[in-house]
């Protein structure tokens, strides 16, 4: 269990988020590409792509700090549902519609990681998984054996009964020590069928971001933060085992009636 406690920002409204959460990613990538060639993270689907999109897309003020070096980015996926990429429930396709194809091309292209289409009609989604988590080892255990990848940073979500990536409360998976990425065959959100990184893999990234927007989030937001009773959804388990390392991108609404001390600005 992490000692320090997460870092909880909220803001007025959508662009405040926006800027804030540019300001943070950008920090990350900076940071990534002091240390290594690329700029490794993992995505969720759900509003986050959008938010994103937003956040990056925007006009920056021109210094080599504020600007995004897509080229170096490696974009793998937090979670995604075992449909094929062109699908509406991809989260492989929204994220290329929010994101990758608004990208003016003086930014460069991101390296995008998608599942293996061949067996997303698979009864189980082991091999998905599997092939997934090999796709992983390549990128993160090329030169050394590592026993979990360092993700630079994880982009995810949080659902209004707590899950996040595809790790839902009081399913088996939460308590997966090994795998990297795991199959999910039962998600209560359509579609039933996912891959989901486990929450080892997600505790060990250098920095993890929440993005919960809007009034439906804060029932949730209350038990994640603030009730013993919350303290074993998902959610509340990637604050426990990162604790300073993960930062939530709210806006005022998700978190009105939340006692946990929150900011306003980074
Ligand atoms: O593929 C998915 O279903 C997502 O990765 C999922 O984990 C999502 O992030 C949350 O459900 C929050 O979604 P919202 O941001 O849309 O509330």
Known sequence: MASASPNLYSFPNSNALAESLRVYVLRAQNSALSRHESFRLAVSGGSLP?????????????????TPQFSKWHIFFADERAVPL??????????????VAKIPAELGS???????????????PQELADLYQEDLMREFAAKDSVKLPVFDLILLGCGPDGHTCSL???HDLLREKDAWVAPETNSPKPP??????TLPVVTHAVNIAFVATGAGKKEILKQIFDLEEGSSLPSALVNQGAGEKVSWFT?????????????GSL
């Open 110 to 124: 991101p390296v995008i990681h998608p599942i293996d289409e061949k067996h997303v009609h698979d009864d189980d």
């Open 86 to 99: 062109d699908h509406e429930e991809s989260n492989y396709r929204l994220l290329k519609d929010e994101l």
């Open 50 to 66: 959008a938010v994103l999109a937003k956040a990056l897309l925007a006009p920056g003020n021109g210094s080599p700090e504020d």
């Open 168 to 170: 839902f409360p009081g």
């Open 251 to 263: 806006d005022h609404p998700a978190v009105d009636g939340v006692a946990f001390s929150r900011r």
């Open 192 to 197: 039933p069928k996912r891959i989901t990184l």
